[in-house]
């Protein structure tokens, strides 16, 4: 009985350090702004950069993850960032 004891509480602890664990490490999931599809990305050294349908473009750190910057319209468009964003140019 009393191994069954042990046994019982290790598998307790297991999964209550794998629930932490998670919760610790989660992150959660994020859309693209206005409903817009990607129509392109790259991942360089440390920074992904996305191309939305429309031409803005988002830069994001992969390595520590941070909330996506934008940096601009690739077809030379308006350089305003969208409602809701960060831009670099300090618009």
């Known amino acids: 009985m ?9 598998i307790l602890c297991l999964s209550i350090s794998a629930l932490i664990g998670f919760h610790i490490g989660g992150t959660s999931a994020r859309a693209t702004p206005s409903g817009q599809a990607i129509a392109s990305h790259v991942i360089w050294n440390d920074e992904a ?10 830069r994001n750190s992969v390595i520590p993850r ?11 468009g308006e350089r ?6 960060t831009s670099e140019n300090g618009d």
Request: glycine letters at 12%; proline letters at 6%; aromatic letters at 20%.
């Open 2 to 10: 009393k191994h069954l004891f042990y046994l019982s509480l290790a």
């Open 49 to 58: 950069h996305v191309i939305l349908e429309n031409g803005d473009m988002y």
């Open 66 to 76: 941070g909330p996506a910057v934008y940096v601009g319209n690739f077809w030379g």
């Open 80 to 85: 305003f960032a969208p409602e809701k964003s």
